[in-house]
């Protein structure tokens, strides 16, 4: 019997490994909120820099990140434009609702990936009596859609178009770092796109806490007073902070390790007919099998193979997802690929 579990619900499970707990005890901090930390600092400028922006900012997770942009670029009353199956419309708990006071107009994307041409009758009229198009948001990789990555091509037609109706855009780049590696685009040349951007440090790149989002120096200044507003003030952050930067520094390139894992998952469970799995759209970390052939639910197989200590997690309501991560080897993915390849029976 096996008793190793193999966990492929999310490349957020990860946990610090000895060199980067090492970099966090001796890392030299301070008080943040008096903008004095100097690890904080340092990642901040590296991260602004990687992304060819003036300006970043730490915040303690993903949504504040996004949550802080959003109010950055808003007023009450105003129309934000996501896809349909964004993480800020499905994974955030209505936080636009609650603290920016705007409405979410959602859009259907191709695999998350929305076309420029699908913008224009999504943009409202300035009629009194309408809401006010502020933002648009893109994520990149897109989280739901199984790790897919944005065509560069897609994001400039789509910024152009923005621009010239003087609306700003937000990039949910929690998983940029992988699109990066898998295109070799460089994280700011798909940045200079946006207004603002927002990064996860504790995802592919395996540091325990935090995000950043970069943009203009008066943005950023505004998204400090917001983040303050919402508790995300911290103290001596460098200790977290400085996870974050060894993982900047040592866990970027090793993503690709990641997408090779996806794809060798992906293709010996795609062997079963009864998993539908497009390999076209493993792309990245992730891939999403499709089980609605076998008639059960996604509960029932997560349970299955969950007694066979496999864990996946759900992508949507028919279909399962396996996340590549640091904490996972190749022995280990193929062990579970064919565990997963065998349990998914009519
Ligand atoms: C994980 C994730 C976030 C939020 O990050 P947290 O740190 O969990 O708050 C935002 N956007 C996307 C696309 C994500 O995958």
Known sequence: METEI??????????????????????????????????????????????????????????????????????????????????????????????????????????????????????????????RTALICLENTHNRAGGTIYPIEEIKKIREFAKALGIRMHLD???????????????SEYAQYFDTVSVCFSKGLGAPVGSALVGSEEMIQRARRF?????????????????????????????????KKARIFAERVAANPLAGIDLKYVQTNMVVIDISRTGKTTGEMLDLLRAKNVYLSDANYTSLRAVMHLDVSTEQVLRAADIVAGTIRA
């Open 173 to 187: 780049g929690a998983r940029l770092w992988n699109a990066s590696v898998a295109t070799g685009i460089a994280p």
């Open 6 to 131: 193999i966990d492929l619900r999310s490349d957020t499970i990860t946990k610090p490994s000895d060199a980067m707990r090492q970099a966090m005890a001796q890392a030299p901090v301070g008080d943040d909120v008096f903008a004095e930390d100097p690890t904080v600092n340092l990642l901040q400028q590296k991260v602004a820099a990687l992304l060819g922006k003036p300006a970043a900012l730490y915040v303690p997770s993903g949504v504040m990140s996004n949550q802080v942009a959003i109010k950055v670029h808003t007023q009450p009353g105003d129309e934000v434009i996501v896809e349909k199956e964004s993480h800020i419309f499905n994974y955030e708990t209505a936080a636009p609702s609650i603290l920016s006071n705007v409405q979410l107009h959602l859009l259907q994307g191709e695999h998350g990936i929305l076309r420029a041409g699908q913008l224009a009758p999504a943009v409202r009229p300035s009629v009194y009596y309408m809401p």
């Open 227 to 259: 983040r303050k507003i919402l508790g995300g003030g911290m103290r001596q952050a460098g200790i977290i902070a400085a996870g974050a930067l060894f993982a900047l520094e040592h866990n970027i390139d090793r993503l690709k390790e990641d997408h």
